[in-house]
């Protein structure tokens, strides 16, 4: 498979930013998949090469985008346990344990959710969504545990990224947080982006400098000076539940990172947060797919003993 170069034309916009452009025009390829594009000079912005992401596209303009043939993929296929919760020709729903990292970064090549699917699945998954994260439509943290969807076609892949952006797949995630909430439930809306003192971590704020993020929680159960709640993703940004949490003043109990250091009495390994159930339209059928993932045993001992408690 060679290179595959598109000729596309500005024919009927407001000026808009290049990567913002191509993302609505080439709907095969997420936003993020484009700026790396135009970071490794494969864009270019009426005959000249453009690196610069936020450059302005006007009506007329013509832009050469070059999409490179996929290079062998070199990840090592491992057999790691995955515990399904649905799968078929199409598709695998895992429920992701903690400390399973999602897909390869530098430092970090193995032992990987990528590497145990890429066993499970064998060489059905080679090049769909990327070199090194083949399959892949959306993530969890580290620590994070629960429901993932992972692709085995183009098709799949493509559908389930529009379904994420489209917000017609619903996440929602149980969590447990310290303090009691005011009321049952409400909305956190606020930007995210790289918080300015701590490169490793995200924070809210100001919207230009960050990314729109929505999340919705509603109170599950009360537990004394902890409470049970469930969040339902409308947007997907790095942490988004984790910082949504702290900055309305309840952060996850465990979340290290932006929460406090605390003796629960339970060995947690991370973030009390799991992504409990998982609602997609099946990218081939069009029927409704649900997962739902059962809790991680160091959850609910989490649960008995703050039950214990009250």
């Not at 892949?136 to 076609?153: E, N, P, Q, S």
Request: hydrophobic share 35%; with cysteine; net charge positive.
């Amino acid at each position: 498979m060679a290179d595959q170069t598109l000729e596309l034309t500005v024919e009927h916009a407001d000026p808009e930013r290049l990567d913002r452009w191509l993302t609505a025009h080439v709907k095969a390829l997420s936003r993020n998949r484009i700026q790396k594009l135009i970071d490794w000079e494969y864009v270019h912005l009426n005959g000249q090469c453009c690196t610069n992401k936020k450059a302005t596209v006007q009506v007329g303009d013509r832009i050469q985008l070059t999409i490179p043939e996929p290079k062998p993929l070199e990840l090592t296929p491992e057999a790691i346990p995955l515990e399904i919760l649905y799968e078929d020709q199409h598709l695998i729903i895992i429920n992701k344990p903690a400390g399973l990292v999602v897909h390869p970064a530098p430092g970090n090549m193995n032992g990987t959710l990528v590497n145990a699917v890429l066993a499970h699945c064998g060489d059905q998954l080679l090049g769909i969504g990327g070199v090194q994260r083949p399959g892949i439509v959306h993530r969890l943290d580290k620590d994070t545990t629960g429901a993932i969807v992972v692709a085995k076609t183009d098709l799949a892949h493509s559908d389930l990224q529009a379904q994420m952006k489209a917000k017609t797949a619903r996440r929602e995630y149980l969590g447990v947080v310290y303090g009691a909430p005011k009321t049952e439930t409400g909305t956190i809306d606020a930007p995210l982006g790289r918080h300015p003192a701590d490169r490793k971590k995200n924070a809210v704020v100001p919207l230009e400098k960050g990314r729109h993020a929505v999340t919705h929680w509603q109170v599950e159960e009360r537990l004394g000076n902890f409470s049970l709640l469930r969040f339902r993703l409308e947007t997907g940004r790095t942490h988004q539940i984790r910082v949504h949490s702290a900055h309305g003043g309840h952060p996850i109990v465990g979340d290290l990172t932006y929460g406090p250091k605390r003796d629960m009495g339970v060995n947690l390994p991370g973030q009390a947060l799991h992504a409990q159930r998982l609602e997609l339209r099946h990218p081939a059928s069009g029927e409704p797919v649900v997962a739902i993932a059962p809790l991680p045993d160091h959850f609910t001992k989490l649960l008995a003993v703050l039950r214990s408690r009250t």
